[in-house]
């Protein structure tokens, strides 16, 4: 290790004293590790099985001691909006009532359509991707 | 930079008795530890971890938060990005939250066997039982903490609000902006419900967050900017470098779609508030247009090399013909003597010279003077050849059989050197013809603009027009594929469009050939008209490009004459596109990044995330959604909630949004009730304040579970665990 690199203490020490168990020891070289950790989707998921209908509040009040407990989550995602979409020119911001049909990028004046067509494809994508909108090819 | 790491390590942890808690506030975006009862946390950091390969030793290292890049060149970081523990603010990387955790110890100053101080950790809102059990587990079992206390930060902050100062009257709603996700919970003290509503899901790389989607989209809207621009000399933009950008110069519009209106005018209100941010850039040095003395200067000097040249020729020359005239002397001398040796001698007396026979020695004469001549200049080519025209075809007139099988040999050798002379003799007379045509037609067309120099003009012009219009479209045709964005419905984009007609029927004789021979044996070859394939192919990729030679050279000749005539034309294809503008100079501006729609554009998607195509409502509608919520026991306390609203996280140091907010909750509330929007008095470490308040206080000691607790009732009795909030 370069002198630098050791005096700045960028790295993480392999052994650390208070520990009782060690990286090293836990997750030993070559083993695979990220793979089974469950997303969230898949946790909430498993959990909405054992427990109570979605809809049913998850704390409750107890009001002889003036406290308040709380159960665990069930889903607390937040719904799709009621307003209108908004739709805005993917290149410039402004507001964008077009759209091309062949690239699907949405455009506001005639002067950003001629720079649309202009694009080279893998722009578009990561214009469209930005919108979730790109087209993925897996 | 807004946020400052500190990560020092800390030398005083012997000096806290273990009873004193470590409180840890775990944030999407950054770690903060420090110890209860402080006004400000020992170690902030980034939480996230990367694990690079040394360059050198080829280990894999790990590297928690974000460091001085500069350290950072020592280590291959291509194959691991920064990765961090939370999927939308829950915890369900475990190992790399270990990581993270170690780190912080460390520079807590932890030393000795374990860690042996009560540890407040946060979470974020309805975490699920799994995380919080891992966690558990994890500060149990590898760390060995006595025992542990989960709370979620919203709660905190407004407890510590609520006992600095007392403007919130007992019932509030929190939103917590964080950078990661943004949760309001409104948030009912001393009263009944709690409603989250979590606006972060799936996929929402809110984050890997909402920072990170606005900073992505920020990126590429200026990297947009760059394509415009010749230079690519600016390195790309980090994304942490986008990060400091965006909290530097973001802020919330109070309507959007007025103030992208401003923007679209071009009105002086949109200059004002657009940010240029110039990057480092030297001029490149001005060619001045050279002075008077430079070009005469110059000239002069040509005018000497010219001139030196000239001498050597000259030298050259003078000293080829003195050795030509002593040549010459010599053999003209050694024919003197020939002629006065007797008959028999002639053998011996040559091969003292050096020459086989008389015939020789005289043709090297006629030759030797021949070319003193040539280069005194006095003789002519078409002399010449009738001189040897006259020596050499002696022997052509005369039929075969009387000649002997030497001379037929060198009558034949005077039969090809006759028709190629005389074949080149035909091509010159034709030029010369064609010369004499070009003379008389230009003279023709000299007339022509004499008598009517408007009208030639014009059909100049015509002419020239029509012939770069074929010339460009064939050029267009040619190169098809490549600027048109390929976005085929039909899938095939692929040389088969930018060929022309010619060269796709080339390509599909090539695959029939290679794939028509059936599976198994190849019988390419068998037939005759296989062969054929081989002839067409070549000759189809000859002939296109023949064809459009004609027309450039007439193109060119045009453009020529048209130069020449007409002082106001300027030819068509350097007026043309301006895409060759790699020539022109590169200015000031061009390594400008000029921020004028992004700077309220990207923290719109907070408000709208229909915006980057995440299908869910904008934060103040989901604030007046969790407020519905609410059992109807509670609607009464509606008025007193939004009298009172809260905010904090990274994400509200955006100007303009509590108004934003504030106009937002208007919207969907009933109209006329008040509305209050406040923001901490320090939004980041706030949080941290709070929970290092309350675990300094008494009831802490009995509101964590314990290791005992945990080995005996396992982590189903997390499920019901909660910290209790009770004033």
């Known amino acids: ?138 | 930079m807004p946020f400052i790491s500190k990560i020092q390590r800390q030398t005083d942890y012997s000096r806290f008795p273990s009873s004193h808690p470590i409180v840890i506030d775990n944030g999407g975006s950054y770690f903060r530890i420090g110890w209860a009862g402080e006004a400000n946390p020992r170690v902030i950091f980034r939480n996230i971890v990367q694990r690079p390969r040394h360059k050198t030793t080829g280990e894999t290292v790990t590297i928690v938060g974000d460091h001085d890049p500069a350290l950072l060149k020592y280590f291959d970081c291509t194959r691991s990005g920064p990765r961090s523990a939370f999927d939308s603010n829950v915890v369900y990387q475990f190992e790399i939250m270990e990581y993270i955790l170690d780190f912080g110890f460390n520079r807590l100053g932890a030393d000795g066997s374990q860690i042996d101080h009560p540890v407040l950790i946060t979470e974020c809102a309805c975490n699920p039982v799994q995380s919080r059990s891992k966690m558990a587990e994890l500060l149990f079992e590898s760390y060995g903490v006595p025992s542990v206390g989960l709370h979620r930060t919203n709660k905190h902050l407004v407890l510590m609000l609520h006992s600095v100062t007392s403007i919130i009257n007992n019932v509030g709603f929190v939103i917590k902006m964080a950078l990661q996700s943004a949760q309001d919970l409104a948030q009912v003290m001393l009263s009944q419900y709690d409603f989250p509503s979590r606006m972060s899901a799936e996929g929402f790389t809110y984050g890997s967050d909402g920072n990170s989607l606005c900073v992505f989209e920020f990126s590429l809207s200026t990297e947009s900017q760059f394509m415009k621009h010749v230079a690519v000399l600016i390195s790309r933009l980090t994304w942490e470098k986008v990060e400091d950008l965006k909290m530097e110069h973001c802020y919330i519009a109070p309507d959007y779609a007025s103030e992208v209106r401003l923007f679209q005018k071009g009105a002086k209100e949109a200059e004002e508030k657009t940010r240029c941010w110039q990057l480092p850039w030297t001029p490149s040095p001005a060619l001045e247009p050279p002075s008077e003395e430079e070009i005469a200067r110059k000239a002069a000097l040509k005018e000497k090399q010219g001139q030196r040249l000239r001498e050597m020729a000259e030298a050259k020359r003078s000293s080829k013909i003195n050795e030509l005239e002593n040549e010459s002397k010599n053999l003209e001398f050694l024919l003197l003597q020939l002629r006065h040796v007797p008959e028999n001698e002639v053998p011996s007396f040559l091969s003292k010279t050096g020459y086989v026979s008389k015939q020789e020695i005289e043709s090297a004469f006629t030759k030797t003077t021949q070319s003193l001549r040539k280069y005194k200049g006095e003789l002519e080519n078409e002399e010449k050849a009738d001189l040897s025209a006259a020596e050499k075809y002696t022997l052509i007139n005369i039929p075969d059989n009387i000649l002997t099988p030497e001379q037929v040999k060198e009558k034949k050798r005077q039969l090809f050197l006759k028709t190629t002379s005389e074949g080149r003799q035909r091509a010159k007379q034709k030029r010369f013809e064609e010369d004499l045509e070009r003379e008389r037609q230009n003279k023709q067309d000299e007339e022509k603009r004499l008598e009517n120099p408007e009208l030639y003009l014009g059909q100049l012009r015509a002419k020239h027009r029509e012939l770069s219009e074929k010339v460009e479209q064939r050029k267009r045709l040619k190169t098809n594929g490549g600027h048109s964005n390929g976005n085929n419905v039909s899938g095939g984009v692929g040389r088969g469009e930018r060929l022309n007609a010619a060269q796709r029927e080339r390509m599909r004789l090539l695959t029939t050939a290679a794939f028509d021979r059936g599976k198994g044996e190849d019988t390419f070859g068998y037939k005759d008209e296989d062969w054929q394939l081989y002839k067409l192919m070549s000759k189809d990729n000859e002939d296109d490009d023949e064809g459009p030679d004609e027309d450039e050279a007439e193109l060119g000749r045009v453009s020529s004459r048209l130069r020449d005539i007409d002082p106001t034309f300027v030819s068509r294809s350097e007026a043309g596109p301006s895409e060759t503008s790699h020539l022109r100079p590169l200015t000031k501006e061009d390594f400008q990044i000029v921020l004028g729609v992004e700077r309220f554009r990207c923290p719109e998607i907070i408000f709208n995330p229909n915006l980057i195509g995440i299908d869910q409502a904008g934060l103040d509608e989901m604030a007046g959604v969790s407020i519905t919520r609410l059992p109807a026991a509670c609607q009464s306390l509606d008025e007193r909630m939004t009298n009172s609203i809260l905010m904090m996280g990274g994400n509200c140091l955006f100007p303009g949004m509590a108004e934003r907010l504030e106009a937002g909750i208007r919207m969907i509330r009933p109209c006329g009730i008040p509305i209050r929007v406040m923001g901490a008095s320090d939004p980041i470490l706030d949080a941290w304040r709070g929970a290092a308040a309350y675990a300094a206080g008494m009831q802490f000691p009995q509101q964590t579970f314990s290791k005992v607790d945990y080995y005996e009732k396992g982590e189903d009795w997390l499920r019901q665990y909660q910290l209790r909030y009770t004033f």
């Open chain 1, 1 to 138: 290790m370069e002198r630098e690199v050791i005096e700045s203490d960028l790295v993480l020490p392999t052994h650390l004293g208070f520990k009782k168990i060690q990286m090293y020891e836990k997750y030993p070289k070559g083993q695979a590790r990220g793979r089974h950790w469950k997303h969230l989707k898949q946790i909430i998921q498993a959990e909405n099985y054992q427990n109570y209908p979605p809809d049913v509040p998850n704390c409750e009040f107890k009001s002889n001691t003036f406290s308040w407990v709380f159960s665990p989550d069930i889903n607390i995602e937040s719904p799709p909006s009621m307003h209108p979409c908004k739709r805005i020119c993917d290149i410039t911001g402004f507001e964008a009532p077009y759209y091309d049909p062949r690239t699907n990028l949405r455009y506001a004046n005639a002067e950003v359509f001629k720079a649309i067509r202009s694009l080279p494809n893998d722009y578009v994508q990561r214009y469209l991707a930005l919108r979730n909108a790109a087209v993925v090819l897996r």
